[in-house]
């Protein structure tokens, strides 16, 4: 089953030369979900070879605007290229007053619609529920209310072995499957063991957008597969990343490390770095497993 996400931006606050705003696209089992869409996003799918037109779930963190600056463009596409499914987006409660004043001084009405899901960013909820996975908000300490989100797959299957399949009848696939042991009408005992495999452990992604490091969110990250962390400055200017509410590369690390990640990645980097070795480098002098969320790049979770 594919879990993985593709970086779409990874700047803070302006673009640079190679680097957008923030934006991922998560791919799970084929399914589509973007995790917040900055200016520059649609060009950037483009690039990558990444179809809008299969984006069905659309999470936005907070509202400033390199988090969501995009997204209007992006609509406004889908709705000139003939879309007419439903979209889901969950953001700020203020984000639908945001997109129905633009639509409508533009004198737009689209052609699908959107169903939108207002977020609570002070409790931590599950937003979102369908039969490969949930979706959690974590809340973070930011200058604006901001969420971030944990998608956690849920549990598949097990496996059939597929050289065993023929020895039995199709119709006892799927109890065999979800771990069951059948008697046959002969009395022969079919035991879910001995044609099935496990199913992989389910995965989660763990998406922390803009936030001071901050100890109140870590119970909602802990132990997760692949945490993504936003590393604005080297900590040299942890005085300026407390200022703005941001974190450093360092402090992302400590977060990783505290909480058991298995994998940490970095962005949401300033502009004021044009090459990023020392970010991830000072990162990794805590927690080893880390890479940078580079544009274009996509991994595995």
């Given at each position: 089953m594919r879990f993985e996400v593709t970086i779409l931006g990874s700047s803070s606050a302006t673009p640079?030369?190679?680097?957008?705003?923030?934006?991922?696209?998560?791919?799970?089992?084929?399914?589509?979900?973007?995790?917040?869409?900055?200016?520059?996003?649609?060009?950037?799918?483009i690039?990558?070879?990444?179809k809008a037109a299969r984006i069905d779930y659309i999470f936005i963190s907070h509202l400033h605007g390199d988090h969501y600056f995009g997204l209007i463009g992006l609509l406004s596409s889908l709705h000139l290229n003939g879309r007419i499914k439903p979209i889901q987006i969950f953001g700020p409660e203020a984000l639908l007053e945001i997109l129905e004043v633009q639509f409508k001084y533009s004198d737009t009405v689209l052609r699908y619609?959107?169903?939108?899901?207002?977020?609570?960013?002070?409790?931590?909820?599950?937003?979102?529920?369908?039969?490969?996975?949930?979706?959690?908000t974590i809340v973070l300490n930011h200058r604006?209310?901001?969420?971030?989100?944990?998608?956690?797959?849920?549990?598949?299957?097990?496996?059939?072995?597929?050289?065993?399949?023929?020895?039995?009848?199709?119709?006892y696939y799927t109890a065999l499957k979800k771990g069951m042991d059948i008697e046959t009408p002969g009395g022969e005992m079919l035991l879910s063991e001995d044609y099935t495999t496990p199913a992989e452990p389910p995965r989660c992604y763990a998406y922390c957008s803009d936030t001071l490091y901050d100890e109140r969110y870590f119970e909602s990250i802990k132990d997760c597969d692949t945490l993504y962390h936003e590393a604005t400055f080297l900590h040299e200017l942890l005085d300026r990343a407390k200022e703005t509410h941001h974190t450093t590369a360092l402090q992302a690390a400590e977060v990783a490390k505290i909480n058991n990640a298995k994998k940490l990645l970095i962005g949401h980097f300033s502009s004021r770095y044009k090459t990023l070795q020392m970010l991830l480098e000072e990162a990794q002098s805590v927690f080893e497993n880390t890479e940078l969320a580079l544009e274009g790049k996509t991994f595995p979770l």
């Open positions: 640079v030369f190679n680097r957008n705003p923030t934006a991922q696209l998560l791919n799970c089992n084929e399914k589509y979900y973007l995790i917040d869409c900055g200016e520059g996003t649609q060009q950037q799918l690039k990558y070879n990444l619609p959107i169903e939108f899901f207002a977020i609570d960013p002070t409790q931590p909820a599950q937003i979102f529920e369908n039969s490969e996975l949930t979706v959690e604006i209310p901001t969420t971030g989100f944990i998608f956690k797959q849920k549990q598949r299957q097990r496996k059939l072995i597929k050289e065993k399949a023929d020895l039995i009848p199709m119709a």
